[in-house]
């Protein structure tokens, strides 16, 4: 099993720049979510999804979209890059509600 | 709003040395809580949880920590830390009033000496 993918690994975007961060998790997981991680703030909570068409919000949604059409992907969207979006995001996964949570290998993001 | 506190931003032991990690929860009712461990580079992995129950929960790697509702605690311990314990340690939460949004504090990055 390749558990949770997360690509790409690294991406540059320049201000006022569209991109989507893909996650694909192969373990039928039905919790999915997304994290930024910035120095001294720890890993914030971007949305969550609790199973295909279904998603909410986390501690940090503005700027960010997201949508679940599929149980296995969860793609993050950012339809108009800011610097202040400059981080490390992972996207984790979980069987169930209380579960152990996997992590992807994160997608380090740098806004110009 | 619920949450976590890691006071701690940074710790340095010793190899050899015992090891706490401190972790409050801010919550009435006891939620789920966990710990989890990144090493540079990499992802977040599980080491303990906590639901309910025996309140000292053992996990991987030697680690254990001990739920304390007095104290709004779940400390992470363990009793001798090895070189490669260095990394940066994550305590988590589920408010189980809600539907399952895992947040986590701010982390506390340990360093060993050798």
């Known amino acids: 099993n390749a558990g949770v993918t997360q690509t790409p690994k690294f991406q540059v975007l320049k201000t006022g720049q569209s991109m989507t961060l893909q996650c694909a998790q192969d373990m039928n997981h039905e919790y999915m979510s997304w994290y930024r991680q910035d120095p001294g703030m720890g890993l914030r909570l971007i949305h969550y999804?609790?199973?295909?068409?279904?998603?909410d919000q986390g501690e940090v949604p503005n700027g960010y979209n997201v949508s679940r059409s599929t149980t296995e992907d969860f793609p993050l969207r950012l339809l108009s890059a800011a610097p202040s979006q400059t981080s490390v995001y992972f996207c984790?996964?979980?069987?169930?509600?209380?579960?152990?949570?996997?992590f992807g290998q994160g997608t380090r993001l740098t806004v110009v | 709003a619920q949450s976590v506190t890691q006071p701690d931003i940074h710790i340095t032991v010793s190899e050899g040395a015992s090891l706490e990690l401190r972790c409050n929860y801010s919550?009435?009712?006891?939620?789920?809580l966990f710990w989890y461990v990144q090493s540079p580079g990499q992802g977040l992995q599980l080491l303990l949880k906590?639901?309910?129950?025996?309140?000292l929960v053992q996990g991987i790697k030697g680690f254990e920590a001990e739920f304390k509702r007095s104290q709004s605690s779940f400390n992470l311990r363990k009793p001798s830390v090895h070189w490669s314990d260095a990394a940066e340690y994550f305590c988590?939460?589920?408010?189980?009033?809600?539907?399952?949004?895992?947040?986590f504090g701010t982390g506390t990055r340990l360093q060993v000496t050798l």
């Open positions: 984790a996964s979980s069987y169930s509600r209380g579960g152990e949570a996997f």
């Open positions: 906590y639901f309910s129950g025996d309140t």
């Open positions: 988590g939460h589920i408010n189980t009033g809600t539907a399952s949004k895992l947040t």
């Open positions: 999804s609790v199973g295909a068409g279904i998603t």
């Open positions: 919550y009435g009712a006891t939620p789920y």
